[in-house]
């Protein structure tokens, strides 16, 4: 495995969920410094996410006409041009706008880097390099809001999008001076029209919905917990921010440490397998928070748990999806990321409903029927996988 060739890669994954969650910390601070409500400055994530995950629906595709070498540079100079227009802008609605071209960068680093992975790095070592993945993801989403909060109190906020464009411009330039060989041109020049047929197409392979779906259920259920619980800790028990944010950021800790050995976990003992003993995992960890009245020392346990089996099931799910097809590596994983982070979108609207009157613990049994949903799907998408696998070797 070069890691040489995979550092830019990793770079850009971790800039991805930094650029949408790293903004969070310091949301107060701008909302002052434009005197808008801190509501009206919060659509600064919506137009970040909102593109981010609209365009991973479409950017595989356009790789797999245009050729991915381009569509990756393309992607991270966009992103590094939108978040250092984003530090310059005057006011709130001009930055919004300028999110909105970080938040298509976006777009298009995040699937086509998963599937430019599964094409550098052997079968035998995919598991691995696909756990180091998720660091990178795990390190923007639990690290972008510490560096943003740096950042602003020693520059000011503005600073952390010279911070995140700077990031962007290396990880591009890199990628550009090492000219993966992976990074093949496209089969056939295409149209932007030719994109929907190859969408169909990928969409057709064995296994792509279940597993996407699988993607999706098991990000409803864990934003599930992290949201509402955050909310009923500060609500209901008055917990002070920093110790709720000490008991959620454990999760993303103990996925950079566990993340890689589920990788090399999958790759001895197979994807499948791994993935139905994180959900286990997960589901525990769930049922405990659910049955035992609080204690902070305790559910930090409990958290951690969490973090350990969201990781494991991440890991193995993520490999699964970059292993669907190796001619249409590229739209099949845009799909499965479109899919997935939708479930990041929609966790808060749809478990609010169970929230409002049943609280917490109607949320958890919510969470939990979506994880269990995500180990069904992909339990089936292996065994369609299976299938088709037995029908192509019979008529050969």
């Given at each position: 495995m070069n890691l040489k060739k995979l550092i830019p890669l990793y770079l850009g994954a971790a800039i991805g969920p930094m650029g949408g969650f790293g903004i969070v910390?310091?949301?107060?601070?701008?909302?002052q410094s434009w005197s808008v409500a801190f509501s009206t400055a919060a659509a600064a994530i919506t137009l970040y996410m909102v593109p981010f995950i609209v365009i991973q629906i479409f950017s595989g595709a356009i790789a797999q006409l245009f050729e991915v070498r381009k569509t990756l540079l393309f992607g991270f100079g966009l992103y590094a041009v939108g978040a250092l227009l984003s530090a310059t802008a005057p006011d709130l609605w001009t930055f919004l706008l300028f999110?909105?071209?970080?938040?298509?960068?976006?777009?298009?680093?995040?699937?086509?880097?998963?599937?430019l992975i599964g094409e550098l790095v052997p079968e035998h070592?995919?598991?691995?390099?696909?756990?180091?993945?998720g660091v990178a993801y795990t390190v923007g989403v639990t690290l972008g809001p510490y560096i943003s909060g740096v950042i602003e109190v020693h520059l000011g906020w503005r600073w952390f999008f010279y911070f995140l464009a700077a990031v962007a411009a290396s990880a591009g330039g890199l990628?550009?001076?090492?000219?993966?060989?992976?990074?093949?041109?496209?089969?056939?020049r295409g149209r932007l029209l030719d994109i929907l047929p190859v969408l169909r197409q990928a969409l057709a392979q064995p296994g792509v919905l279940a597993t996407s779906f699988a993607a999706f259920s098991l990000f409803l259920g864990y934003i599930g917990i992290m949201t509402f619980?955050?909310?009923?800790?500060?609500?209901?028990?008055?917990?002070?921010?920093?110790?709720?944010?000490?008991?959620?950021?454990?999760?993303g800790f103990s996925g950079i440490i566990v993340s890689p050995i589920a990788g090399y976990l999958g790759d001895r003992l197979g994807r499948t397998p791994v993935f139905l003993a994180g959900?286990?995992?997960?589901?525990?960890?769930?049922?405990?928070m659910r049955l035992v009245p609080f204690d902070f020392a305790r559910h930090l346990g409990f958290f951690l748990v969490l973090g350990i089996g969201a990781a494991t099931a991440w890991t193995s799910l993520n490999t699964m999806a970059v292993r669907l097809s190796s001619t249409l590596r590229q739209p099949v994983t845009s799909l499965y990321n479109a899919i997935k982070f939708s479930g990041y979108a929609l966790a808060p609207v749809a478990f609010s409903v169970i929230y409002k009157p049943y609280r917490l613990q109607g949320v958890l049994v919510g969470c939990m029927v979506a994880v269990l949903g995500a180990a069904g799907?992909?339990?089936?998408?292996?065994?369609?996988?299976?299938r088709t696998q037995n029908s192509a070797d019979a008529a050969g």
């Open positions: 910390t310091i949301l107060p601070v701008m909302a999110r909105v071209f970080q938040g298509v960068g976006a777009g298009f680093l995040t699937p086509i880097i998963m599937a070592h995919l598991g691995k390099a696909i756990g180091m993945l990628y550009w001076m090492g000219r993966p060989p992976a990074a093949k041109p496209a089969t056939r619980t955050a909310d009923h800790l500060k609500t209901s028990l008055h917990l002070p921010s920093d110790r709720i944010g000490t008991l959620l950021s454990i999760t959900t286990a995992v997960v589901l525990l960890a769930i049922l405990l799907l992909a339990w089936s998408a292996r065994a369609n996988s299976k």
